[in-house]
């Protein structure tokens, strides 16, 4: 929802939990040129499945708590505040 239609980038979602929607693999980390995570077990998390794919990239932890569902509105406007520096 934050970079949908976005003019300089684009955005995928997923999630390390088994019962992620989409779950993050290989092929959306190579894709990314920066990855942002919520907290710091899903960076290590990222670490331990995909070693060698996580070493070449940049990742960045927003420091949120997460305890949201999907597209919540709340998390919503927490993300948007966060990544503004980034936009």
């Known amino acids: 929802?934050?970079?949908k239609n976005h003019l300089l980038h684009?955005?995928?979602s997923a999630?390390?939990?088994a019962k992620a929607h989409?779950?993050?693999n290989e092929k959306l980390i190579n894709w990314?040129?920066?990855i942002f995570v919520m907290e710091y077990r899903h960076k290590a998390i990222l670490t331990q499945n995909f070693p060698s794919a996580i070493n070449k990239k940049i990742v960045?932890?927003?420091e949120?708590?997460?305890n949201y569902h999907f597209n919540d509105p709340e998390l919503i406007e927490i993300l948007r505040i966060s990544l503004q520096d980034y936009l």
């Open 10 to 12: 684009q955005a995928r």
């Open 64 to 66: 949120i708590e997460d």
């Open 60 to 62: 960045i932890v927003l």
């Open 32 to 34: 990314a040129d920066v």
């Open 15 to 17: 999630g390390t939990s």
């Open 22 to 24: 989409i779950r993050v």
């Open 1 to 3: 929802m934050l970079f």
